[in-house]
Each structure stands twice: as structure tokens, then as C-alpha cells.
């Protein structure tokens, strides 16, 4: 009469560990985000030995799924935290978000691709990509130093600059990651391939992102809000529309060969201008973020019961590579960026340290590995599944007091 059928077993397994990684952190923090480094800890032990499972969903193999699956996490995430910011003018309030783009972020690609090179044998293609991949903090699992949800207020400096650095940073290290390609695949890196490379990944589909994020952004914002006149589509206060709006401007900027991660995010800051006190923007926000949860739990579970199939490939290089970035490379290179801006030594050092890793560098991975064949694949995966376990565990057990205490300075 009863039997155990394999899928319903994988399901239910699959819920038990989501259950207990959210659950247990009461007990280790009180925090929710150390439940990122356990739902992976929790995937290994509860898939990690089932015959054939690791194998099956080994990202070496099939990157095409991880690279699906990631590219939404990360999409909604981008979108929520347009959604979160409040407020975008202040003096001198963007100085550090810049400095951590444009100075920290080169720094902390240059700084990995050195490592990746020198500790690690990889090829430049591969050492380029892995700093490419690694650089950007994470829009998906950096919650806890970011700002609240829309409408709360009370935004401190630091909240705000991890905030917008995740926001952009994930659409800015693209074209590192299509260099990384275009060598990998034409075998040498030549001043007529950097030209192409610039015109067309740097500034064109920057800017086509920026703006194709906020056509959408606007054009959103009034059809939720003004279009039909005392019919708005905000008075239905259905949250699905904040789903739609983000895949619409992901999918048209990807059309026009615009990055679409730059545009989740401008379309979500766009947006939050309209109608900026409406409680409504709460209900959008609060409904991409469940289902960036939801994929982003089933997607470190699932990370966690690949891991045995990456083992083979982690050694000391790679992690010396994960060790070097969370705790030299990214302070360090963020550190000094941030130099001369005033700002008091815990802020500026919170700011340099808590540059979160995780579903962003699972996607760029997966991505190029879809569309290049990689000398260096294996250690590449096993590189970032053992960063994102560090950085989860470091930075989500500490991250919550540490902001709690420059807040408190103010």
C-alpha cells in the first residue's frame, strides 16, 4: 500500500532543509541571514550522498540550468532594491557608491585575476573571468546591510552606498565577463578585440540598460499609478505586477543587447519615484522579494548537494583564492577607495568588509561556461561554491551588529 516514490522524497527532504536553515539561526544569531550558509550545509547533508544526485546537477556539466535559475534570483533581487531606495539626492551621498564601482571594483577584478593566475595556474581568460565573476557583491543575499523596505526611511550613509553598489555593480562586471570570453575564445587579447570590446560591451549596452530600466521604470509607474485616471492599477494592490514589470524591462534591454541586470535595477529606482509615499510600493516590493527567497533557497539547497561533484577540483589554490577576497582583496581594494571622504573608520570599514558573495557569481559562471568552453571550469565552480559558503557564514553571522553599531554612532 505505501512505498517511497523518489520524487516525493526529494521533495519533502528539500522542504525539511529549507525549514531547519531558516529555523535554526534563532538559536546561532537570531539573524535570518545565516540561513544562506546553511541552506547550502543543509543541501549537502541531506542530497550530498544520494546516489547520482551530486553528478546530476553538477553545474561543470549543465551551467545552462544554474544560469536560468540565478539569472531570476538575481533579476528580482536587482528590481527589489531599485524598489527599497527612498531617497536619491543628499550631499555627497553617492561619492562612496561611486568609489566602490568604479575604483574598488577594477581593483578587486585586477587584485583576483592576479591570485587566480599566479596561486591558482589558471590561463588569463580564466583568471580574468573569476575576477570578473567574483568582484560584484550580491543584490539576492546582502539584505542585512542594505536599506529597509520602501517608505520606511531612516537610510544611513552606509546602508545606502552596499545598497546601490549591489544594485549596480552586478550589471557593471558584465563586461569583464564578456572579456573574459572574448579571450577565452579568441585565444589572445589584441587592440582590435579591446576596441570592439569597449564600444560595444562597455559603453553601449551600459547605456542601453540604463536607459531601456528606465523607459520601463516610467512607463510602469504610470500605468500603476496614473493610467486610467481614478483607475489605477495600484488600487488592485496585486503584487504580481512587480514580477511583470521586471521581466518586461529584463527581456526588452536583452532584445537590444543592453545589459537587462542594469535595467532590473533602474527600473525598480525609476519606479519608486512615482506616487513615492504610496504604501503600494511596500506590496511590490515585498512580493519579488518571496519569490527571490523562494528560487534562492531551492538554488543554494541545490548548490549544496552539488558539492561533492566539485570536491575533485578544490584545493588550496582555490581556497586561497576565497580566503584572499573576503578578507584581504575586497577591504583592502574598497579601503582605499573610500579614502578621503570623511567618512568615521567603522563605517568606512563596514563599507569595505561586507561586500556579500553569492548568486551573481553563480550566474555569470554558469553563463560563460554555456557559451565558452572553459580550461578551468571545475576550479572556477569550485572557487565560488566555496566562497559563497565563507562569505554566507562570515558575513551573515556578523553583518546584522556590525551595521547596528554605526547606525548607533550617528
Not at 540598460?209 to 520601463?216: E, L, R
Not at 511583470?244 to 519608486?272: N, Q, S
Request: proline share 4%; glycine share 12%.
Amino acid at each position: 500500500m505505501f512505498g517511497f516514490d523518489p520524487y516525493h522524497v526529494l521533495l519533502a527532504t528539500a522542504g525539511l532543509a529549507i525549514i531547519v536553515s531558516y529555523w535554526s539561526p534563532r538559536f546561532i544569531s537570531g539573524r535570518e541571514p545565516a540561513a544562506s550558509a546553511l541552506l547550502v550545509l543543509g543541501g549537502f547533508a541531506a542530497f550530498a550522498w544520494v546516489p547520482g544526485m551530486p553528478d546530476a546537477i553538477n553545474p561543470v556539466d549543465a551551467p545552462q540550468i544554474w544560469e536560468k535559475a540565478a539569472e531570476i534570483c538575481v533579476i528580482l533581487g536587482l528590481f527589489g532594491t531599485g524598489l527599497r531606495i527612498d531617497r536619491l539626492v543628499g550631499r555627497d551621498l553617492w561619492k562612496p557608491t561611486f568609489r566602490l564601482l568604479v575604483i574598488a571594483m577594477p581593483l578587486t577584478i585586477l587584485a583576483l585575476a592576479l591570485v587566480g593566475w599566479q596561486a591558482a595556474g589558471m590561463t588569463l581568460a580564466g583568471a580574468l573571468l573569476l575576477g570578473a565573476v567574483l568582484s560584484p557583491t550580491d543584490p539576492v543575499l546582502a539584505g542585512e546591510v542594505q536599506v529597509g523596505r520602501p517608505t520606511e526611511g531612516g537610510e544611513h550613509q552606509v546602508q545606502f552606498a552596499l545598497t546601490t553598489e549591489a544594485g549596480l555593480n552586478d550589471g557593471l562586471a558584465f563586461p569583464f565577463v564578456h572579456l573574459g570570453i572574448l579571450i577565452a575564445t579568441a585565444g589572445a587579447l589584441s587592440v582590435g578585440l579591446f576596441t570592439e570590446w569597449a564600444l560595444r560591451d562597455v559603453f553601449y549596452r551600459v547605456i542601453v540598460g540604463a536607459a531601456g530600466g528606465a523607459a520601463v521604470g516610467w512607463l510602469l509607474g504610470k500605468s500603476l499609478f496614473d493610467w486610467p485616471e481614478g483607475n489605477a492599477l495600484s488600487k488592485t494592490q496585486t503584487g504580481v505586477v512587480a514580477f511583470a514589470g521586471v521581466i518586461l524591462a529584463y527581456g526588452l534591454t536583452e532584445l537590444i543587447e543592453g545589459y537587462g541586470f542594469i535595467a532590473a535595477f533602474v527600473a525598480g529606482l525609476v519606479l519608486r519615484r512615482e506616487e513615492s509615499e504610496n504604501d503600494f510600493h511596500q506590496r511590490l516590493h515585498d512580493f519579488s522579494q518571496s519569490i527571490e527567497h523562494t528560487l534562492t533557497a531551492l538554488l543554494l539547497v541545490a548548490l549544496g548537494a552539488a558539492l561533492p561533484s566539485l570536491w575533485p577540483y578544490l584545493g588550496w589554490p582555490e581556497v586561497i583564492v576565497a580566503v584572499a577576497l573576503i578578507f584581504v582583496v575586497r577591504p583592502v581594494a574598497a579601503w582605499f577607495a573610500l579614502s578621503g571622504l570623511g567618512l568615521r573608520w567603522r563605517a568606512r570599514a563596514v563599507m569595505a568588509f561586507y561586500g556579500v558573495r553569492g548568486i551573481g557569481s553563480i550566474y555569470y559562471l554558469a553563463y560563460a561556461g554555456h557559451h565558452v568552453e572553459l580550461v578551468n571550469e571545475g576550479a572556477l565552480w569550485a572557487t565560488i561554491a566555496f566562497t559563497i559558503v565563507v562569505s554566507t557564514l562570515v558575513h551573515g553571522l556578523t553583518a546584522g551588529l556590525a551595521v547596528e553599531r554605526v547606525i548607533e554612532e550617528k
